[in-house]
């Protein structure tokens, strides 16, 4: 949000970089000491099936790839909790760049194309990589379409609408953040108590939605990409 003032000006080591750059570079360490917190509360229990009493890292992390899986198992099939690794860490990063952008003084990852479309490239890299270990070189038979005397313009048409993806994604992410976290700072500098509460429950069910919503589109394509019909 514009507010002028930025967190990551005063911090050594982060002033120099663009503040959405900065701020990606938080909320990924951010997420490394959360990652390894998690870790050491589950190594350190007693039963690792029995979840921690209270509110806990582990807790956490547990609840979130648990939904994964099952989003996952959902769209994909039983194949579908391999791939959680890739949608989890798509999903938390998301959703932490987005919700970050609610507090002031910090500069949302995803309000930034150059950020969207780098998560877009790696959903890409992703699905394709996937389809291709599942597959090998007959992965490639889908861009040739059903019917031989057609190869020629459905490859250009398969290329052109695979391509595309990673900049859809990265459109659809950047507009939606973009245009709340503008509204949200429009709000605030118009009135410091009751509209900028309901913008801000609205901001963080928006940023939930579209962290869900990317992560279930590479959900999707990876989904087709491994598909037995190729």
Request: charged share 10%; aromatic share 12%.
């Amino acid at each position: 949000m514009g507010h002028g003032f930025s967190w990551v000006q005063h911090i050594p080591g982060l002033m120099l970089l663009e503040p959405h750059t900065a701020t990606a570079l938080l909320v990924m360490v951010g997420l490394l000491l959360f990652a390894l917190r998690a870790r050491q509360q589950l190594v350190a229990a007693t039963n690792p099936v029995v979840p921690d009493d209270g509110f806990s890292a582990r807790n956490v992390a547990e609840v979130v790839t648990e939904l994964i899986s099952n989003l996952s198992e959902s769209v994909i099939g039983h194949d579908g909790p391999k791939y959680v690794p890739l949608f989890a860490s798509l999903f938390v990063f998301i959703l932490a760049s987005n919700l970050i952008g609610l507090i002031p003084g910090f500069t949302p990852p995803t309000d930034n194309f150059n950020v969207t479309f780098a998560l877009g490239v790696v959903s890409f890299v992703a699905y394709n990589y996937y389809g291709l270990r599942a597959h090998g070189l007959a992965y490639l038979k889908q861009f040739m379409g059903p019917l031989l005397i057609l190869a020629p313009l459905m490859i250009i048409v398969e290329l052109f609408s695979h391509l595309f993806r990673p900049a859809s994604l990265a459109i659809r992410l950047y507009g939606n953040m973009f245009a709340d976290h503008l509204l949200l700072g429009i709000f605030t500098d118009l009135t410091k108590l009751f509209i900028p509460v309901i913008f801000y429950l609205l901001g963080t069910f928006v940023s939930l939605v579209q962290a869900l919503v990317f992560t279930l589109l590479t959900m999707v394509y990876v989904g087709l990409a491994i598909g037995h019909d190729h």
